[in-house]
């Protein structure tokens, strides 16, 4: 059975930084493109970054120069690392991944629980 967990969710303060990382298992994990949504309170899930199997990153938002993603196929680890942070960047942040990247929540095959970024101003 595949499992998508994630961790590294927290509170901080605005300015800081934040590292998330997202583990899969029981799937061909260097065959997926993976990336991260979020979903703030009171508002949709949205998609954030994504990263293909060939390490190519696509942002969604205006995380540019905040945002980094990376993955280690080898540990089947996803990371973002998240500088900068913003009140605005609260929300749930759930690992995803697909056949490609995409911001359609159609596209996604395989979803984590989620972790919580939690930044006061």
């Known amino acids: 059975q595949v499992q998508v967990v994630e961790s590294g969710g927290g509170l901080v303060q605005a300015g800081e930084s934040l590292r998330l990382s997202c583990t899969a298992s029981?799937?061909?994990?260097?065959?997926?493109?993976m990336g991260w949504f979020r979903e703030a309170p009171g508002k949709e899930r949205e998609a954030v970054i994504c990263i293909n199997r060939f390490g190519t990153t696509t942002y969604y938002t205006d995380s540019v120069n905040r945002f980094t993603i990376s993955r280690d196929n080898a540990k089947r680890t996803l990371i973002l690392q998240m500088n900068s942070l913003k009140p605005e960047d609260t929300g749930m942040y759930y690992c995803?991944?697909?056949?490609?990247?995409?911001?359609?929540?159609?596209?996604?095959?395989?979803w984590g629980k989620g972790t919580l970024v939690n930044i006061s101003s």
């Open positions: 995803a991944l697909g056949r490609r990247c995409s911001r359609v929540y159609a596209a996604i095959d395989y």
């Open positions: 029981e799937l061909p994990f260097d065959l997926y493109d």
